[in-house]
């Protein structure tokens, strides 16, 4: 198996080109840019046999690759951010229609001020589309994470797109030694796409996403609800099998670090999960006993995994890269539903950090930690903030 | 030349749908059908047809129908048309969207696989407002039409959408009408005939939005040709040629009067009022400025650009 250094972007390019997908649509944008150049790239080359659109908009992208994936190819497009936000609609589009259509969200924070810095805000925003949500933590899970994707999204029983996030800059454009698999395993591990079933066909017309009326919308959705509960399965089942192929597995719909004998736990998503690790090894060198709980799925959320992980902790410390005014911390909120009626509950405390590309340090995961670790109100505390002490 | 007999009997887009009666999208789709034998695939974004095309589990149309958000059919067609030819499958990819999902909030996306050549007809029947969501003033409302929120006639003129698509240098652009459905149809197969990008602009009178009785369709598209409201043409490689009825009417001369066309529909009766004597001077101006874009590009063997 090579193994390389690339980019996080790199990565997911040459994922994309293992998942021999058949068609890519795509707008630039930063810090997404790299990944479709990247993927230009092949399909100029050949080393992809591809068809690449370069559409004039995101909201194009997506309704592209909703045409491509309806008439049956497997397809691709990656966005950020406003490419994100502006897509939207057809993002719902997709979602709706059960298209399992691949797309990278390289996160970065929404304008105004204009950012073009990490944070989770894109992707939370399209949060109830319909689509499944993955968290990557390095540039080799990105990577292995939208091969596993198109598993996930193309399996029968669930038919919904998939998203795979990475933090921008911090792993869009960070280089990391990367083991590539060898097309022959991937090939296996992924087939070329068994006829989808509702794919357009000229000699078995079929109308596709006509209207209904009250008799049947909600039976619709009831099915993206029961497909999404499938796709939390089949994503184990999946990531398991890789294991099996790769020797990478990732831990299903959540890695639990050094959570077994955890009093507090820290729960986030995404890059940072590494710098949290570094403070959760720190303070058990003193004595403190802490674990990582990264959320690698967020839709669906892994509710019964989180309780089982958190399970025997007293305080739980749920890390926001994102911000939802009025309430404000958007998975504190899932969290705590998640754990509400579990039988021995943690304390919830919910920090918002690392907006906009604000850093954050394994020293500042350390200092969560330990607020979270006494007494106090069950307040939303924001970490880093200039000017104001938190604690 | 295409005649009725040649057409198949067979029909594509079965009745008991919901259109309105006397609905010019309707017969459209019908020509369509027989245009290309039921082979095709169709792109719609929201608009009448949506609603034309009834509801699950059910539905009038022989051949797949693709429903799209109102911005994203020239878009999904591309990628619709990208698939198909990746398994082999040779047929047309058509889109079928009113003048709102083309000169207004599709044309962004039309622009851009206009510009990409993509291999695909996209058909807009104009009927000149949004009557679907009520009969709301479009970027294709002709100046002095009462609309819903044109209450006291529209003050702009229209975009000239086929000579936009066509500065895209595509290989096909025609205008049509559903009164001449032969001339459609003809137009329709010249377009598939071609590789690339291909535009037809459908005018298609509405009963309901122009206030006109439901008998009477066909003939009030056939007005809007006859005094030279509506013109058809046809710009193949670039070079613009009259068509039809049209062939003839370059002198206005011989042409009906205008008064003919406009006083058999409600939307315009407040324009024979004297107070807006202005505003039927600007949709005159905007029909003679149509003719003399037109009559220029013919003194120069047809080019447009």
Not at chain 1, 265 to 276: F, M, T, Y
């Amino acid at each position: 198996m090579p193994r390389v250094v690339v980019s996080g972007n790199e990565a997911v390019a040459f994922a994309v080109k293992l998942a021999r997908v058949q068609v890519v649509a795509a707008y630039p944008i930063t810090p997404q840019t790299t990944i479709v150049e990247k993927i230009a790239e092949l399909v100029e080359k050949g080393e992809l046999k591809a068809r690449f659109i370069n559409v004039e908009s995101e909201h194009s992208a997506m309704a592209a690759c909703i045409g491509a994936a309806a008439g049956g190819a497997r397809t691709f497009t990656a966005t950020s951010s406003q490419g994100l936000l502006y897509m939207s609609e057809m993002v719902f589009w997709a979602g709706g229609a059960r298209l399992p259509i691949v797309m990278a969200v390289v996160n970065r924070s929404i304008a105004p001020p204009w950012s073009i810095w990490c944070d989770h805000n894109d992707a939370f925003a399209v949060r109830d589309a319909g689509w499944i949500q993955f968290w990557a933590e390095s540039a080799q899970e990105a990577m292995d994470m939208v091969i596993q994707a198109y598993r996930v999204a193309e399996d029968e029983g669930v038919l919904l797109p998939a998203m795979v996030n990475l933090d921008g800059f911090y792993l869009s454009h960070a280089y990391e030694p990367v083991e590539v698999p060898e097309q022959q395993t991937v090939d296996r591990f992924l087939p070329e796409k068994t006829p989808a079933p509702y794919r357009i066909d000229v000699d078995k017309p079929m109308s596709y996403g006509t209207i209904a009326n009250p008799d049947y919308y909600m039976e619709f959705r009831w099915k993206m609800q029961r497909a999404m509960d499938e796709a939390a399965r089949v994503i184990r089942e999946v990531d398991e099998e890789w294991g099996r192929l790769t020797g990478r597995s990732w831990g299903g719909l959540l890695e639990a670090y050094r959570c077994d004998d955890a009093d507090v736990g820290i729960v986030l998503i995404g890059s940072w999960a590494g710098d949290a690790k570094e403070a959760v090894d720190r303070l058990r060198s003193r004595g403190v006993r802490a674990g990582v709980v990264r959320l690698r799925v967020t839709r669906p959320f892994p509710a019964r995994e989180l309780r089982d992980a958190v399970e025997g902790m007293s305080a739980v410390a749920v890390v926001d890269r994102s911000l939802s005014p009025g309430l404000p911390s958007v998975l504190a909120a899932e969290v705590k539903s998640a754990l509400f009626n579990a039988k021995r509950r943690p304390v919830v405390r919910s920090f918002i950090a690392g907006l906009g590309g604000r850093d954050v340090s394994p020293k500042d995961f350390e200092r969560i930690v330990e607020c979270s670790l006494k007494e106090g109100p069950e307040e939303v505390t924001w970490i880093g903030l200039r000017g104001v002490t938190p604690w | 030349m295409v005649t009725v007999k040649q057409l198949p009997r067979e029909e594509y887009w079965l009745p008991g749908h919901a259109a309105c009666p006397g609905c010019p999208a309707s017969l459209g789709l019908r020509m369509l059908g027989k245009a290309l034998e039921g082979r095709f695939v169709l792109v719609v974004p929201a608009g009448c047809t949506t609603v034309i095309q009834g509801m699950y589990p059910k539905t009038p149309s022989r051949v797949p129908l693709l429903n799209i958000a109102f911005a994203a059919s020239a878009a999904a067609a591309t990628g619709l048309r990208a698939a198909l030819e990746l398994r082999g499958i040779d047929v047309p990819v058509v889109v079928w969207a009113g003048d709102g999902g083309t000169v207004d909030i599709g044309l962004q996306a039309l622009s851009g696989a206009a510009e990409r050549n993509e291999d695909i007809l996209y058909i807009c029947y104009d009927n000149e407002a949004y009557q679907n969501t009520g009969i709301q003033r479009s970027g294709a409302t002709p100046p002095g039409a009462w609309t819903t929120t044109t209450p006291l006639g529209k003050r702009e003129r229209r975009k000239v959408a086929p000579l936009i698509v066509a500065a895209h240098r595509v290989p096909y652009v025609a205008t049509a009408s559903i009164a001449y459905p032969l001339d459609f149809v003809e137009k329709v197969r010249k377009a598939v005939s071609k590789r690339g990008f291909k535009y037809i602009h459908l005018h298609a009178p509405c009963p309901t939005g122009w206030r006109f009785p439901p008998s009477e369709t066909v003939e009030i598209g056939r007005l809007a040709v006859e005094t030279g409201a509506w013109v058809l043409y046809e710009i193949e490689d670039g070079v613009l040629r009259l068509t039809g009825r049209s062939a003839s009417l370059l002198d206005p001369a011989r042409r009906k009067p205008l008064e003919e066309y406009l006083k058999r529909q409600g939307r315009f009766a407040h324009l024979f009022r004297p107070e807006n004597e202005q505003l039927l001077e600007l949709l005159k101006m905007d029909i003679q400025e149509n003719w003399e874009a037109i009559r220029s590009a013919l003194e120069r063997g047809g080019r447009i650009l």
